[in-house]
């Protein structure tokens, strides 16, 4: 579980899909209301308190973005802090859930982004975009057809780890190496 302030109300908790297993929880455990989803959501509110020293009480709006095959992003935003504090401790929670169409992978070597290009290219994607930032690859698919999501996300687990990162922030500040048709540019001068 990674945890990131985003401003003085709003916290991103990062959870991938082992962070969940370990909890005994899957994502489709979200949509119940079960008291393991209720003790990991409690567990994530004390964990960004004592890590921001921030004093969670009152409503808090839950955004939760599935990311396929990597985990679940969270955005918690707390509301204004009223003068009335709730004595009996309950947190008033209002969750939507969006699914997610990008995939998004970080390679420490480019030796991993050639033979990862390789292996796509064989299933017959030739798509994606690619990036870097602090001396890592990053290999960004967007808009696949959600049977092939599964199987490009595990391929692409083979070489890599599911960026804690958005792409939003490696357009920012990252370099963009290929832009568009990552995988058949990468193919065709790394043969």
């Known amino acids: 579980m990674r945890l990131e302030r985003l401003n003085y109300n709003k916290i991103k ?5 082992d962070d969940l297993f370990d909890r005994g929880l899957t994502k489709e455990d979200i949509w119940k209301d079960s008291l393991k989803w209720h003790q990991l959501f409690h567990d994530m509110l004390e964990e960004a308190s004592e890590t921001f020293d921030v004093d969670i009480q009152g409503s808090i709006a ?4 599935s990311m396929q ?16 504090v709730f004595a009996d401790g309950f947190i ?3 969750v939507t859930l969006e699914g997610n169409t990008e995939i998004l992978f970080e390679m ?9 290009a390789k292996r796509l290219a064989i299933i017959g994607f030739f798509g994606g975009s690619l990036y870097s930032l602090n001396n890592s690859y990053f290999l960004l698919i967007e808009n696949v057809c959600q049977d092939s ?3 490009i996300a595990a391929i692409m687990a083979e070489f890599g780890i599911p960026s804690f990162i958005s792409k939003y922030i490696l357009m920012e500040y990252g370099k963009t190496i ?3 048709q990552a995988v058949t540019k990468i193919m065709t001068y790394f043969k």
Do not use: K, N
């Open 178 to 180: 290929i832009e568009e």
């Open 62 to 65: 839950v955004e939760i973005f």
């Open 149 to 151: 999501q599964v199987q």
């Open 69 to 84: 095959a990597q985990g679940m992003v969270m955005i918690l935003t707390m509301g204004e802090q009223q003068d009335e």
């Open 108 to 116: 420490d070597d480019f030796e991993h982004v050639i033979s990862l």
């Open 13 to 17: 908790i990062f959870l991938t899909l």
């Open 92 to 94: 008033d929670m209002q």
